[in-house]
């Protein structure tokens, strides 16, 4: 579904109002340009002047950029360098800002021959704030992945037993989400029994789930490009006090940061206020990542809750809360949720309770037939 083009106008309007001391800026990331365009193609360039607003795209995409990008001025190029130099020229854009994460050594240096020396120039770390504040039609697709994903667990969490291997239940996840109307997963499922748990980005492998492991499900969908982001830990069998006493720590921590949550508030504060505590508690070397990161058309995107990150949060922003507390050689537990940062503070998106849920051990029972038969 394309945007509603007073929206992708309004977005492109706040970036001109941004502009750093250049002509035009030139936007290579895909999702940028979709965010500002309405256009899903996997590739093409688009530049963005004062007063003008050109797309760049291959034969491949000519005609969906038409349909899906009608308010810009679409260009097609048989060499995207070549087109890049041509509408430069044509616009007499003496100097043109380059998104210096995505723009390739190779086409980098293919511009700078063609173009006068001195005129491209990288932006600024600001510009990649630009996704970050959120409209309503976001946060609804964003909310609408987190229901599907969320509905996919609850289908599949009888699954979760003594017997049944990592990979089943993650392909079985994935195959409800996409069932469920997800156009596709945000991102390879996690789903990580006892010894896995302690990897903070397992693979799911073959591993079954044996009595008492902890089983870390991270898993996502994606509603009309806009994704979700959710991790459960569940306990299978017997829970030792130990294990208990890390989840109910983990769990204060993440409560924590989402108490902490709103406007005004530095990212480093919330990741201060989850990484304090547990480290209070004597767990702090085993949190071996941030406490969260912005969602959107990236599972990853800014802002990122981290130390050292001093951007302030903004009503509307979507942020990911996610300690974790990782035992190598032994298990790990994250729990995260998804929030919409409010006027007011922060609403959960993500609909599973993160309370500890405890999966009384029911062993697989064994195929039909595979039973020893007795003879007579």
């Not at 942020?319 to 959960?348: F, K, M, N, Q, S």
Request: charged letters at 30%; proline letters at 4%; glycine letters at 12%.
């Amino acid at each position: 579904m394309r945007p509603d083009p007073l929206r992708c106008a309004d977005r492109v309007g706040r970036l001109r109002s941004t502009f750093p001391e250049t002509d035009a800026l030139l936007i290579l990331n895909s999702k940028n340009i979709r965010y500002l365009t309405g256009f899903t193609g996997g590739d093409g360039a688009l530049m963005v002047g004062r007063d003008w607003l050109t797309l760049l795209v291959d034969g491949r995409y000519l005609t969906q950029a038409r349909a899906e990008a009608g308010d810009a001025e679409i260009l097609e190029f048989r060499r995207r360098a070549e087109g890049i130099v041509e509408t430069a020229r044509r616009h007499a854009a003496g100097s043109v800002g380059f998104e210096s994460s995505v723009l390739s050594v190779e086409e980098y240096l293919k511009l700078r021959e063609a173009l006068p020396e001195g005129s491209l120039r990288p932006l600024p770390d600001t510009f990649q704030l630009l996704r970050a504040v959120k409209d309503d039609d976001e946060v609804d697709r964003i909310r609408e992945a987190a229901r599907i994903a969320g509905e996919a667990l609850a289908a599949v969490r009888g699954m979760i037993r003594a017997g049944v291997r990592e990979r089943e239940i993650a392909l079985e996840l994935e195959y409800r989400m996409r069932r469920g109307g997800a156009e596709r997963v945000a991102f390879e499922t996690i789903v990580a029994a006892g010894a896995n748990s302690a990897l903070p980005h397992a693979t799911p492998g073959n591993r079954e789930i044996a009595d008492g492991d902890f089983v870390k499900i991270d898993f996502g969908a994606v509603c009309d490009g806009y994704h979700s982001d959710e991790t459960c830990t569940f306990a299978v069998g017997r829970v030792d006090e130990r294990r208990r006493d890390v989840y109910g720590l983990v769990r204060e921590a993440h409560d924590r940061a989402i108490r902490a949550i709103r406007p005004g508030v530095s990212c480093g504060e919330i990741d201060r206020t989850a990484r304090s505590f547990l480290a209070e508690a004597g767990l702090g070397d085993a949190f071996a990542h941030g406490t969260g990161h912005g969602v959107g058309l990236d599972v990853h995107e800014m802002p990122r809750l981290a130390a050292g990150r001093e951007e302030k949060l903004r009503a509307g922003m979507v942020v990911t809360v996610e300690p974790g507390v990782y035992l190598p050689g032994h298990w790990g537990v994250r729990i995260e949720d998804t929030v919409l940062v409010t006027e007011g503070g922060a609403e959960i998106l993500t609909p599973t309770s993160k309370d500890l849920t405890i999966i009384r051990s029911r062993a697989r029972r064994p195929a039909r037939g595979s039973q020893k038969q007795g003879g007579a």
